[in-house]
T-cell receptor, first 113, second 118 residues
Framework: GENVEQHPSTLSVQEGDSAVIKCTYSDSASNYFPWYKQELGKGPQLIIDIRSNVGEKKDQRIAVTLNKTAKHFSLHITETQPEDSAVYFC????????????FGKGTSLLVTP | DGGITQSPKYLFRKEGQNVTLSCEQN?????MYWYRQDPGQGLRLIYY???????QKGDIAEGYSVSREKKESFPLTVTSAQKNPTAFYLC?????????????????FGDGTRLSIL
């Protein structure tokens, strides 16, 4: 089955700096890659997603890039703010999986003022 | 407001007891999912259902059971056969694309149920 690895497990940046989180996946047939933000005691919230026919997608301060050849995708957060502090999860979804997601183990991001 | 409601927020189980976690959605989504989250871990798929009266096992289905009698509801039962049930349980839903063209759609999550053993 699909295996998703996520790095780093923890990341600390100063307010205003950029943060980058990277994920690799194993199943070359995977075609959908969402990113979720989870705050303490809450469910994950979708922040951005990308499909395999697109190399990059941007939404204000957040961007995701996908390299299908290398089977990796990355989340970029620019001009970080303290409210960006949370746990971020990447996921991949191969076709014929009932649309279920395989998640990375998460990155705990801390943005210090 | 449309969304996914999980209840209760906290649940305690005694040894040998079955407990049922509720998940209700009013988003008119066809597909629903149950994931388990352990500290420092990603989410792992327990069961999923793409339509009413149909469901499939995920990666860690042993010790769990589900039903899908209504589109809006997908309850999860943690049975006494699940030896390590303490975890955060998350329910999600999405709309699979219809019309013969199948593709992934965003999954929306509830705020979870935290299950502990007494």
């Amino acid at each position: 089955g699909e295996n998703v690895e996520q790095h780093p497990s923890t990341l600390s940046v100063q307010e205003g700096d950029s943060a980058v989180i990277k994920c690799t996946y194993s199943d070359s047939a995977s075609n959908y890659f969402p990113w979720y933000k989870q705050e303490l005691g809450k469910g994950p919230q979708l922040i951005i997603d990308i499909r395999s026919n697109v190399g990059e997608k941007k939404d204000q301060r957040i961007a995701v890039t996908l390299n299908k050849t290398a089977k990796h995708f990355s989340l970029h957060i620019t001009e970080t703010q303290p409210e960006d502090s949370a746990v971020y999860f990447c996921a991949a979804s191969p076709p014929n999986s009932g649309y279920a997601l395989n998640f990375g183990k998460g990155t705990s991001l801390l943005v210090t003022p | 407001d449309g969304g996914i409601t999980q209840s209760p927020k906290y649940l305690f189980r005694k040894e040998g007891q079955n407990v049922t976690l509720s998940c209700e959605q009013n988003l008119n989504h066809d597909a629903m999912y149950w994931y388990r989250q352990d500290p420092g871990q990603g989410l792992r798929l327990i069961y999923y259902s793409q339509i009413v009266n149909d469901f499939q096992k995920g990666d860690i289905a042993e010790g769990y059971s589900v039903s899908r009698e209504k589109k809006e509801s997908f309850p999860l039962t943690v049975t006494s056969a699940q030896k390590n049930p303490t975890a955060f349980y998350l329910c999600a839903s999405s709309i699979p694309t219809g019309g013969g063209k199948r593709s992934n759609q965003p999954q929306h999550f509830g705020d979870g149920t935290r299950l502990s053993i007494l």
